[in-house]
């Protein structure tokens, strides 16, 4: 795979909320804390010319570095400006390599490494988690001068961009290090290594005095190291992230890492004294992400992976129990349950009581009780229990029983999506059991369970007789307005819940859930209910096919628009196990509706990528990517590897590469959902069995094993 390597990714811990953005050429990454997009800093990663001593060459991740003495020298008197030495390489001298957990760039006699290794969190309420909550990414740079003849200088750092505080050098015994305020630094333990602040970096690469260097006014920070000739050395460092007090509103908490952390410096010796260990599990996690896949579908999962840490954040409130967050990218809507659901496949991979911790507080606090109308009736109905979109925005917490996001009055983008949460509520909780075993939650939200079919009932139609399986009736919260789907910003294609044919089967899926969860139960009685939901809900969808094979997008409605997320619920029951032969007739029915979209061509664009709506522009890559795993391994379809190729294309598409991982494309460019997590959907790509969750959680466990061989 020969593409651009200037795009940016995150390099994240986990539950920090935090990333190290960097890639894309420019000050256009640095050290972000809660932010939704990159920090826009200067990052310096540099060498000393090989020859010609006092100039230096550095990776392209920096601008111009303005001399800021006029703000104070208004006579022009002061001696502080330095004439510029430092040039980037060119383009063509430098390599990239990355993963998951390590990012790699080679450059003449430089390496530069990031290592921010995928780990598993253990639920914090039953074991110890500061390992893999120290909110600390390393770094290595390593210095070839074997070959030279002069001692050569190299440098990392960067120029802050929080305006309500300066940099500093760190004054912590053993630790050399720079930093902004208390929330963000790089540090080594390398007592070979000097520090500096400055408002250009020549002036600390080649001080005139070294009494000079700790210059606070200086908006840029570097640790500088010498090489002498014939050596080699790798210097470590480690770039740490912090929050003290209070971080969020609603519900107040603070990061959990501040049960062992009172400061950024203690973040950074914790990450450096344990450093071997954590860089051995990222190159084993790495080794086995890389096997049985091609490198279009390892970039697009390596990448993804990135984004999805990088918008992780784990709380404590204040009884002490966790709350785990996972913010929606740019948009930083908190758990959305849109996500939620999607991403439950690599969560219960990784850590799954994560998901659990989501659901419980879905239920305690953003569960609510609802009527339902018929459209244009103003008379309401029985409806029952619903969740919201989301639990808040940007570290605010929303009232309890309403979303951050959600609007009355209504039709399209910011609409209620009470039909579509309630059944991503018996979705996940589905995905949760099969995972864990664990019959005591599951025993514990019998009566969640009980009153989720009796809403998805009342939402089909208030008399059993007139039922057909799918969503007829639209949230009294809407007010005259409608319910929409996760496809907020498409047409009605995929965009309007009642009837809709998306909506249709996963509603057909969350039915087979709950007959799972109640035979979990021993309820056969409300378990033969929801079969009997989920028999409608597949004989309404078969029978609305068309003489050619094709489903249209909004059943009895006249939308004929064509759309491949009719096989998307598809997943739920087959990752689950449930059995679906009694249901083979839609399972025909929707192989022959993709085959006919996909033949046809209406479902894909000029590039080979995949069109979700033959009547939108717009595209989800988080919804190909599980898509594409339903047609190849339910519906039996050979890999789409033109199709791979175009969506790395929309990625690495100069106008997106900055955004790191993005899901919403408009004809391959990003027009939304940037800086995203969603994308570990792709993380099924890596299942090759019966069990895809087995098989995800034997990912990490297997590279665990490696590590303790």
Known sequence: ?????????????????????????????????????????????????????????????????????????????????????????????????????????????LTFRLISPVRSVPDPEQEDAKGALTPAVLAELTIDNRSGKLPRRAFLGYKGSERSAGMRILDQLGLIGVGQGTSTAIATMDSDVYAGLAWQPESILSPHLHENLSFMLGSLGLLVATVEPGEKRTFQFAIGFFRDGVATSGIPTQYLYRRWFDQV????????????????????????????????????????????????????????????????????????????????????????????????????????????????????????????????????????GYSGYEQAGLHGCFSYMSGEELMNWVLTAGLYLKRTGDQNWAESHRNTFLACLQSLENRDHPEPAKRNGLIGLDADRCLGGAEITTYDSLDASLGQARNNLYLGVKAWAAYLVLGYLFDNLSDPEAANRARVQAHRASETITNSADQDAFLPAVIGEGVDARIIPAIEALVYPFVIGIETEPFHELNRTLTRHFKAVMDSGICRFGDGGWRLSSTSRNSWLSKIYLCQFVAERILKEAPDVHADKAHVQWLLDPENAYYAWSDQMLEGKAVGSRYYPRGVTAALWKSHSVDPLQDLTKLLAGAMTELNA
């Open 265 to 400: 410096e203690e973040v950074l010796i914790h990450a450096l004294t344990h450093a071997d260990k954590t860089i051995a599990l990222a190159e084993s996690f790495d080794r086995a992400l890389a096997q049985d896949m091609t490198p279009e579908r390892h970039f697009m999962l390596a990448h993804a992976i990135r984004s999805y840490f990088g918008s992780t954040q784990l709380l404590e409130r204040e009884d002490g129990r966790p709350l785990w967050v996972v913010h929606e990218g740019e948009y930083r809507m908190m758990n959305t349950f849109d996500l939620t659901v999607d991403q439950a496949f690599f969560e219960l991979g990784l850590s799954p009581w994560t998901v659990r911790n989501v659901l419980d507080l879905y239920v305690e606090r953003y569960s609510y009780q609802d009527r339902v109308r018929f459209p244009g009736n103003p008379n309401s109905q029985p409806g029952g229990i619903a969740f919201t979109h989301d639990m808040g925005v940007a570290n605010n917490f929303s009232r309890p």
């Open 1 to 109: 795979m020969k593409s651009s390597i200037f795009y940016n990714a995150h390099h994240s811990p986990v539950g920090a909320f935090a990333s190290f953005t960097l890639g894309f050429r420019g000050p256009k990454g640095g050290l972000g804390l809660e932010l939704d997009g990159p920090a826009n800093e200067s990052v310096y990663i540099g060498i000393e010319d090989r020859e010609e001593s006092g100039q230096f060459h550095a990776l392209p991740f920096y601008g111009g570095a303005e001399n800021a003495a006029h703000d104070f020298d208004s006579e022009h008197l002061s001696e502080l400006a330095v004439a510029q030495a430092i040039l980037p390489f060119a383009e063509e001298e430098i390599e990239r390599r990355m993963s998951a957990s390590i990012d790699e760039w080679r450059a003449g006699d």
